[in-house]
């Protein structure tokens, strides 16, 4: 997971976040979390992943990631006042 630069989210406006997830290793990975606490100004409004599920008390969950392969969790955010967010 390699995180970017905030950016700046206006008030009341969706704002999506990608994590891409990427198995640069040459084995299975198995068990995968991923977990990772919202700025407090920002409120969750909706979620997706590509594998795996994902929930806001327990985080991203992926059963396997082969070698090579990647997988997305995309959140949809709106801030609670404007401002430039890191996560």
Same mark, same amino acid.
């Given at each position: ?18 994590? *891409?997830?990427?198995? $640069?290793?040459?084995? =299975?990975? @198995? ?6 606490? +919202?700025?407090?100004? %920002? *409120?969750?409004?909706? $979620?997706?992943?590509? =594998?795996? @599920? ?6 991203? +969950?992926?059963?396997? %990631? ?9 959140? @949809? ?11």
């Amino acid at each position: 997971v390699t995180p970017q630069t905030g950016s700046t989210c206006p008030t009341n406006t969706d704002f999506v976040w990608r994590v *891409v997830l990427t198995n $640069a290793g040459t084995m =299975s990975a @198995t068990s995968i979390q991923v977990a990772d606490a +919202l700025p407090a100004e %920002l *409120v969750p409004v909706s $979620a997706s992943v590509t =594998s795996g @599920t994902f929930t806001l008390s327990g985080g991203w +969950l992926i059963p396997s %990631l082969s070698a090579g392969a990647s997988t997305t969790l995309t959140l @949809t955010t709106k801030a609670t006042r404007p401002g430039s967010y890191t996560n």
